[in-house]
């Protein structure tokens, strides 16, 4: 069978095209990221007025502040994942691409953590300094980020696909979503308080690894299936 | 293009919700010709369009292309069709040539194809404009223009004309010619005296005037 | 309407199935649960006397591990519902998902109010997070996501099949969890309800506990066929509602 002119070489040009396309809609559209670091920000600086401002108090808490502040930050930003797509026809589009939904998923999932996760981590040891955390933390922090913030991109992406055309699907959302995070949150969290004690953080890191592996092959073909069902 | 390809539905029945749309549709279309759709509304004009693109999975009865179901192979399906629906799929902050690109490179296009594509629906000049500047009419004929960049054998089209005037409808039935004409095939629901070639229709009967007994009559087939 | 008719045709077996085997579920259930409860709450032998051990607070074991594990069991079942409902289309699963997941959300949060209760009665706190109890919590949270996206929709048949894609991602996820929380509760070391008891639970204390935890399933089974059977009935005069408005 002969397909005139349709280039071969379609499938990865499909995907850097997603790919590209999201990322230039997240830059021209900016206001999306800077609402999501924004809302880190406010996040964090509320809990001072909430548990009291003593260093040591902060120092303490501070690991799990951060890491709550991130995963509710993440959780905000997970609608803009496939609701515009969903509402103004593309998905339909995405759909009936011949590239695979799941590698498509995949890109999208990339350009989003690009443009909200990666922030995220970027912007987080400057909120570690206002909760005075310890230094031999830092590092457990930004690596805990690196690996757990694509983890809740891309079990967010399942939920973002569960809940498209659902009532009051943003709260619905954080219901479904937030027991899911809880593994990411504790080992981000215990590699982060195991090394401001010094102990050793070498553990946390590779089980956030392997989540991470998990998620990448897994995830991406649960919000395919859960795309499809959508469009029905 | 094949001059042998074959399309064929057999008691196709589609379930949205709860409610049965159509049950018993059949049809059979060839290598350049064109398939009408017409109908009330409700009547599953959308609702057929969507299981020919594989947006679902119909309640009973098959797909086939020459002779080998659709649903067995769904990857080689999405590979040989080009389906527009109701919406536009037009993304407010890139340009308009962005927008087609895209769509070009998704379905693996040449990007030199894309310019003659705008130019064919008379978007040339509002090549670089950011896509929410145009008018509804305008996105209509950017979402079309895909079919001029875009080589597929098959054509799902939804409605194509909401939107555009009599200058850009003739342009939409100069293309649809010659696909077909070059062996494509074509599915379009319309409620306009469109020129199509092969002149099929397939009438899709008012769903609160048909009966749900299961001994009841079957849709409309095709003329 | 071949797909119609094929979800009713079923619906008939399983009526008739279900009118069958509910008398047994149902009188299994009482048994279990009047003998065992009788002999639990009342002749089998109390824990250690305080401060060593849990004197006659030990009792509420016999619902608080019975209602621990029917949460587990009934998230399972709902997952294999989901499962045969996805991957097989068995008419049948989304419905007897749909039926058995309120049930789930029951057992736990029954698990997590005698959690408490043995709780306050030992530490006089009314809440401790222990590793089983926390679990406990997310399953429940489960849970509650599972019912909320079934019902988020206006289309109920969307709404099924959401949930059952959540149930499936659930059911991989709680062994993580669980061993998250574990990992979790060793750091931080509280009090745990049921580590004191645990390897000391004599053949005494196992007897009726087993009993109660047959009875529970049974009760479970009993109340999963009923409210499946409505279920169907509710669909059925749906069904028979559209038809009549159309005609």
């Known amino acids: 069978m002969s397909d005139r002119g349709i280039d071969r070489s379609g499938v990865g040009g499909g995907l850097g095209a997603l790919l590209r396309r999201d990322l230039r809609l997240a830059l021209r559209q900016g206001s999306d990221t800077a609402t999501v670091l924004a809302f880190f920000v406010i996040v964090v600086s509320l809990f001072p007025f909430g548990v009291g401002a003593e260093p040591q108090t902060l120092a303490a808490v501070g690991a799990g502040i951060l890491w709550v502040a991130a995963l509710l930050a993440a959780l905000l930003s997970l609608d803009r994942l496939f609701q515009a797509d969903y509402e103004d026809g593309t998905l339909d589009g995405l759909l009936a691409a011949p590239a695979a ?36 933390a830092y590092p457990a922090l930004i690596a805990g980020l690196v690996l757990g913030t694509p983890v809740l991109t891309l079990i967010g992406a399942i939920g973002a696909a569960l809940v498209l055309g659902a009532r009051r699907g943003g709260v619905l959302l954080s219901l479904l979503i937030l027991p899911l995070y809880i593994p990411v949150l504790i080992f981000g969290v215990g590699a982060v308080e195991a090394a401001a ?3 050793g953080f070498r553990a946390q890191l590779l089980l956030l690894g392997a989540f991470l592996l998990a998620a990448l092959a897994l995830a991406p073909f649960v919000a395919a299936v859960a795309l499809r069902q959508a469009a029905e | 293009m094949n001059p042998s390809d074959r399309l064929e539905c057999r008691d196709l029945a589609c379930l949205r919700g709860e409610r049965l749309v159509f049950k018993g549709l059949s049809f059979a279309l060839r290598a350049g010709e064109a398939l009408r759709l017409t109908g009330p509304n409700g009547s599953g004009k959308s609702s057929l369009l969507r299981l020919l693109a594989g947006l679902g999975r119909p309640a009973a009865g098959g797909i086939a292309w020459n002779g080998a179901s659709v649903a067995d192979d769904p990857d080689a399906h999405r590979r040989r069709f080009l389906f527009l629906g109701h919406q536009d799929a037009v993304k407010p902050w890139l340009t308009t040539r962005e927008n087609l690109a895209f769509w070009a490179a998704l379905h ?17 000049a509002q090549a670089r404009l950011p896509a929410r500047f145009l008018s509804q009419g305008q996105r209509r004929r950017l979402a079309l ?23 850009n409808v003739a342009t939409l039935e100069t293309l649809v010619a010659e696909h077909c004409a070059a062996g494509g095939l074509a599915v379009v629901s319309t409620h306009l005296a469109l ?17 749900l007994a299961p001994a009841g009559p079957a849709g409309a087939r095709a003329a | 309407m071949s797909a119609r008719l094929h979800a009713l045709a079923n619906p008939a077996r399983f009526g008739r199935f279900a009118r069958r085997a509910l008398p047994w579920t149902a009188w299994l259930a009482a048994l279990c649960i009047g003998v065992g409860a009788v002999w639990g709450l009342v002749f089998a032998p109390p824990g250690a006397t305080p401060p060593e051990g849990q004197g006659e607070t030990v009792r509420i074991m016999y619902v608080h591990v019975p209602s621990a594990w029917m949460a587990l069991f009934v998230y399972v079942c709902v997952a294999a519902s989901s499962a045969g409902a996805l991957i097989w289309r068995h008419p049948l699963g989304h419905v007897l998902a749909r039926a058995a997941s309120p049930i789930g959300a029951c057992f736990a949060l029954l698990t997590l109010a005698t959690g408490s209760l043995w709780g306050a009665k030992m530490w006089g706190a009314w809440w401790v997070w222990d590793a089983r109890l926390t ?56 009090a745990s309800i049921i580590r004191r008891e645990g390897p000391s639970i004599d053949a005494a204390m196992l007897a009726p506990l087993f009993l109660m935890i047959f009875g529970f399933t049974f009760y479970y089974f009993t109340v999963w066929l009923l409210r499946a059977r409505a279920e169907l009935a509710a669909l059925r005069t749906r069904a028979l509602k559209l038809r009549l408005l159309a005609a």
């Open chain 1, 101 to 136: 939904l799941t590698l498509l998923v995949l890109a999208k999932c990339l350009a989003h953590w690009l443009t909200t996760g990666l922030p995220l981590v970027v912007l987080s040891p400057l909120l570690a300094l206002l909760l005075n955390l310890p230094e031999p």
């Open chain 1, 197 to 199: 004690t010094g102990q």
């Open chain 2, 108 to 124: 693996g296009a040449a990007a030199a194809g894309i310019a003659p594509a705008l130019a064919r629906f008379a978007l040339t």
């Open chain 2, 145 to 167: 223009a895909r079919f001029a960049a875009i080589p597929a054998r098959l054509w799902l089209l939804d409605e194509p004309t909401t939107g555009l005037d009599e200058a």
């Open chain 2, 195 to 211: 020129k199509l070639p092969g002149g099929g229709g397939l009438a899709l009967a008012d769903p609160a005037k048909a009966d």
């Open chain 3, 135 to 190: 679990s406990v919590l997310i399953l429940f949270f489960l849970y509650l996501g599972h019912i909320a996206l079934t019902h988020a929709f206006d289309d109920p048949a969307r709404g099924a099949r959401a949930a059952a894609i959540l149930a499936l991602v659930g059911v991989v996820n709680i062994p993580i969890i669980k061993f998250s929380v574990d990992w979790w509760n060793t750091l931080h070391q509280p």
